[in-house]
C-alpha cells in the first residue's frame, strides 16, 4: 500500500530536534502497524499535490497552525482536490486541520468554537462502531490542539464519536474518507511543549487543565491501527 501524507505545516523549529516534523510523525505511528508501506510527502502548504488522484492508493493529511478559512490560495487548491478525490472513491483520513478542510470542502461549516481553546488530552465516546474498529473499544481518547470546530455537517456525514466540547470528533463520509480532530501522531510530550511554546496565545487555566489531562492513557497506537483497517477496507 502507498500513503500519501499530505503535509500542511511544519513542527516549529525550536522543537523539531526534540519530536522531529509532521511527516515523521505520523509515518512511524503507520509503519507500526504495517512495517512495509510505501510513503509519499507532499508539501501542500506549498501548493506540492499528486501530479494524479490515484498516484498513491490512500492518503492522509497533518494538521496544520493555519485556518481552513484563511483564504490562502493553497487552502482553496487543496479543498477542490479533495473534492475531486471524494469523486474518485480515494481514501482519505484527515487529522485536526485535514478534519475541518473536509468538512468545508464537502459543503460544511467551520468556526472558531466559543469553547476555546482544546488541548491536552480530550475524551471522547464511540457512538457508532464500524466493521473496521477492531479491536474495539467505546472510547477514543487522543491529545488535541485546536481553536475551530467543525459546527455544520456536510450531508454525507456520520458523526462515529464525540464528546460535549467537540460533539463532531470522528466523522466518516461514505466508505472512503474518514477525519478526526484529534492528533494520533502527536506524543503527550510533544502536546506539553506545544502548550509551553503557546503560553502567549492559549490562556493560563486551559493549559492548566491541558497540562493535568496528560496524565491519562491516550488511544494513539489504536486510532492508527484503525486507520490502517480504515484504508483496507475502504480499498476491498
Given amino acids: 500500500m502507498k500513503i500519501g501524507i499530505l503535509q500542511c505545516d511544519d513542527v516549529m523549529e525550536s522543537l523539531q530536534s526534540r519530536h522531529g516534523n509532521y511527516p515523521e510523525m505520523i509515518e512511524n505511528l503507520l509503519r507500526e502497524q504495517q512495517a512495509d508501506i510505501e510513503v509519499a510527502v507532499y508539501r501542500v502548504l506549498e501548493g506540492q499535490l499528486p501530479s494524479r488522484l490515484d498516484e498513491c492508493d490512500a492518503y492522509i493529511t497533518t494538521g496544520s497552525r493555519y485556518g481552513v478559512n484563511d483564504g490562502d490560495g493553497w487552502i482553496s487548491e487543496l479543498e477542490q482536490w479533495v473534492r475531486q478525490l471524494f469523486d474518485a472513491r480515494i481514501p482519505l483520513v484527515g487529522i485536526c486541520f485535514g478534519h475541518q478542510l473536509v468538512a468545508k470542502a464537502l459543503g460544511g461549516k467551520v468556526v472558531k468554537s466559543d469553547k476555546g481553546w482544546g488541548v491536552g488530552v480530550s475524551f471522547n465516546q464511540v457512538l457508532s462502531p464500524k ?48 477525519t478526526v480532530q484529534g492528533h494520533p501522531e502527536f506524543c503527550k510530550d510533544y502536546s506539553c511543549d506545544l502548550m509551553d511554546a503557546r503560553r502567549d496565545r492559549i490562556p493560563a487555566n486551559r493549559i492548566r487543565e491541558g497540562m493535568a489531562s496528560l ?13 490502517m483497517n480504515f484504508y483496507r477496507h475502504a480499498l476491498s
Fill in 215 to 227: 496524565a491519562a492513557e491516550v488511544d494513539d497506537r489504536l486510532m492508527m491501527r484503525w486507520v
Fill in 131 to 178: 466493521p473496521w474498529m477492531e479491536p474495539f473499544q467505546s472510547q477514543l481518547d487522543l491529545v488535541v490542539s485546536h481553536q475551530d470546530q467543525v459546527s455544520i455537517l456536510p450531508p454525507q456525514a456520520e458523526v462515529l464519536a464525540a464528546s460535549s466540547f467537540c460533539p463532531y470528533y470522528l466523522v466518516q463520509y461514505g466508505e472512503h474518507f474518514l
